[in-house]
């Protein structure tokens, strides 16, 4: 089983290792050809403020380390301009099968260096990482590998070249199927669906995210040969980032406020706990949660080498100390 280490340990340990990375005093909503919508509103109205994104982020990865959750994270510092969206470190690699580290190559002109400045923090940390994607994808957002690693649902869209699918079976080794997404909202696959495990395995999605009709039946029937529970989410949900999750401590599914009722019992009722977390406004201006906030980490680099003043119960009160300093506003230039 390939992904033994990787997807499955993940959710089912007690402790698990994500890496994150400050917001800048810079932060600011991007809009554009490749912004979301939430973005796109945000910079109509003129930006976000930095400050309080800063706090609204440092809240909740106290959260996550908090004895309920139990995290250990990896805190990469907060970039200089122009970078600003590394905060949003899930789009920018993955962590192959072997421990290597895979850059994205970003669609967005001004997203491009993502990668190559969380990926040279990894490097010094002593990881191995390649460059070595033909297609343009924007790392493990564009990807869910189903439960029982049967298969990887990979979802080309507007940041994700269908052809991308070819590197994720070179690289993975298992058969990937490849849906649609509907542009605009639906831009990654980890605001589509999710997947569950450390209960009863399953796979939420929304239906109304798929471009072609056709990609809801191929998912179904990949989940009944996977041996995982399929279930709808409704459009609602997925427009307020239900699909954007992370399962702590094997069953304490992390998802933002306001989720309807029929998600809650869904989830509650595969034996996993819905934990309702407010992110700010990195979640309701900026448009994402918790999946893409945080990336994974392997798990045997970091007792032996993580520096103790990148470990979050160190770098997360100094980062804290340091948003005094950061403005109220920022103005946001138009990104092409």
């Known amino acids: 089983m390939i992904l033994r280490n990787q997807e499955k340990s993940r959710q089912r340990k007690k402790r698990m290792r994500l890496l994150v990375c400050e917001p800048p005093p810079h932060m600011r909503a991007g809009g554009g050809k490749y912004g979301n919508i939430l973005a796109k509103e945000s910079q109509k109205k003129g930006g976000i403020n930095p400050r309080t994104t800063a706090h609204g982020w440092a809240r909740f990865m106290r959260m996550l380390m908090s004895p309920e959750f139990n995290a250990q994270l990896v ?19 993955f962590v192959g099968p072997d421990g290597k580290i895979h850059l994205s190559k970003m669609a967005a002109d001004y997203r491009r260096s993502d990668p190559f400045y969380i990926g040279s923090h990894l490097e010094k940390l002593g990881l191995e990482v390649v460059n070595d994607l033909n297609h343009t994808m924007d ?46 909202f639906f831009f990654h696959g980890d605001v589509a669906g999710m997947t569950l495990l450390g209960r009863d395995p399953a ?63 869904d989830v509650n009722s595969l034996g996993y706990e819905v934990c309702m977390i407010d992110l700010g406004p990195l979640h309701t201006e900026c448009g994402g949660f918790v ?46």
């Open 291 to 336: 999946a893409c906030a945080t990336n994974d980490f392997p798990d045997s680099y970091y007792e032996q080498r993580v520096p103790l003043d990148l470990r979050g119960e160190f770098a997360i009160p100094r980062f804290e100390q340091n948003i005094r300093n950061y403005p109220k506003r920022e103005m946001v230039v138009a990104q092409i």
């Open 75 to 93: 805190v990469i510092p907060a970039p200089s301009p122009p970078l600003y969206d590394t905060t949003f470190p899930r789009d920018t690699y």
């Open 139 to 184: 790392g493990r957002s564009c990807f869910h590998v189903l439960p029982n690693e049967t298969a990887i649902i990979y979802c080309a869209s507007e940041r994700a070249d269908p052809r991308a699918a070819e590197d994720l079976r070179r690289i993975f080794g298992i058969e990937v199927l490849v849906v649609e997404l509907v542009p605009k």
């Open 203 to 265: 796979v939420f999605w929304c239906r109304e995210s798929l471009a072609r009709p056709r990609d809801w039946d191929l998912i179904q029937d990949a989940c009944r040969d996977d041996k995982s529970k399929f279930v709808e989410a409704s459009y609602e949900d997925a427009l307020r980032y239900a699909m954007n999750t992370r399962v702590m401590n094997g069953y304490k599914v992390i998802a933002p406020p306001g989720m309807s009722t029929k998600y809650v019992r």
